[in-house]
């Protein structure tokens, strides 16, 4: 049987997204409404194209010595993915047959039982926690946390290797009352190979005005280097792995 799915674009050389060199899948459809997203575009899951997993395979295998030379392979983003789990299990499974490392970058805003079943092919998840607060989460977000907290303790239990992403936007999450939260959370987590406190940038303000959304941080600053220091130092001082990204203006 074929299984197709719907992406919004793909990116053969990617490597921010997992570790080396990645091939970067975003696929199409997202249940969440951030108000820093900055890929808007890909909210509707009726958007995008249609591809089924044997064409994807084809393109991917194209890059698959780069990959395997940098320790890298596939990533899939969003979007959100896990709304297609079908499609990307049996990406990842052809992936896995194919001997290509696979992450899913995820908001875990879905049902434990769908997620476990894309998680058995899956080799690391980027889980993004947009915050520990259920107010805050919900008012940056539009939906609950409970669905992402419940699987990043279930990634631990099951010793999944993740990165955790932490979006620092400035009068938004950057209390440090909001990051020890956080950082109390997975403190005792064993699974986590990193957290990257990821600086709040406007790049994709553009986009909201061009489908005619309401950008709600148009006034809100990117953090400063010392700010994303500090969220790191909260991290450090409970021994989590972490780094600060670059800021960009
Ligand atoms: S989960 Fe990602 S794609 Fe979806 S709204 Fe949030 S930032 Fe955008």
């Given at each position: 049987?074929t299984i197709k799915g719907r992406i919004?674009?793909?990116?053969?050389?990617?490597?921010?997204?997992?570790?080396?060199?990645?091939?970067?899948v975003?696929t199409q459809g997202?249940?969440?409404?951030?108000?820093?997203?900055?890929?808007?575009?890909?909210?509707?899951?009726?958007?995008?194209?249609e591809i089924t997993v044997?064409?994807l395979?084809?393109?991917?295998?194209?890059?698959?010595?780069?990959?395997?030379?940098?320790?890298?392979?596939?990533?899939v983003?969003?979007?959100?993915p896990l709304l297609q789990p079908q499609f990307i299990k049996e990406l990842f499974r052809?992936?896995?047959?194919?001997?290509?490392?696979?992450?899913?970058?995820?908001?875990?805003?879905?049902?434990?039982?769908?997620?476990?079943?894309v998680?058995?092919?899956?080799?690391?998840?980027?889980?993004?926690?947009?915050?520990?607060?259920?107010?805050?989460?919900?008012?940056?977000?539009?939906?609950?946390?409970?669905?992402?907290?419940?699987?990043?303790?279930?990634?631990?239990?099951?010793?999944?290797?993740?990165?955790?992403?932490?979006?620092?936007?400035?009068?938004?999450?950057?209390?440090?009352?909001?990051?020890?939260?956080?950082?109390?959370?997975?403190?005792?987590?064993?699974?986590?190979?990193?957290?990257?406190?990821?600086?709040?940038?406007?790049?994709?303000?553009?986009?909201?005005?061009?489908?005619?959304?309401?950008?709600?941080?148009?006034?809100?600053?990117?953090?400063?280097?010392?700010?994303?220091?500090?969220?790191?130092?909260?991290?450090?001082?409970?021994?989590?792995?972490?780094?600060?990204?670059?800021?960009?203006?």
């Amino acid at each position: 049987m074929t299984i197709k799915g719907r992406i919004h674009s793909m990116e053969s050389c990617g490597t921010v997204d997992g570790p080396g060199i990645r091939f970067i899948v975003f696929t199409q459809g997202c249940p969440l409404r951030c108000q820093y997203c900055h890929n808007p575009d890909t909210w509707k899951m009726n958007d995008g194209t249609e591809i089924t997993v044997d064409e994807l395979i084809d393109e991917i295998v194209k890059y698959k010595s780069y990959m395997k030379f940098s320790g890298g392979g596939v990533t899939v983003s969003g979007g959100e993915p896990l709304l297609q789990p079908q499609f990307i299990k049996e990406l990842f499974r052809r992936c896995q047959e194919n001997g290509i490392h696979t992450a899913l970058d995820t908001s875990g805003y879905v049902k434990l039982d769908i997620a476990k079943e894309v998680l058995e092919y899956t080799d690391l998840v980027l889980l993004d926690i947009k915050s520990y607060d259920p107010k805050v989460f919900q008012e940056l977000t539009g939906v609950s946390n409970e669905p992402t907290l419940r699987l990043a303790q279930y990634l631990n239990t099951i010793h999944k290797p993740v990165w955790i992403r932490y979006v620092l936007v400035p009068h938004l999450t950057d209390d440090p009352a909001l990051v020890e939260g956080l950082a109390n959370f997975l403190k005792d987590f064993t699974n986590i190979k990193r957290i990257e406190v990821l600086p709040f940038h406007k790049m994709g303000e553009y986009k909201w005005k061009e489908l005619g959304y309401e950008y709600k941080l148009w006034d809100t600053p990117t953090p400063t280097e010392k700010q994303v220091e500090e969220a790191v130092s909260i991290f450090e001082k409970y021994n989590l792995p972490v780094e600060g990204g670059k800021v960009k203006k």
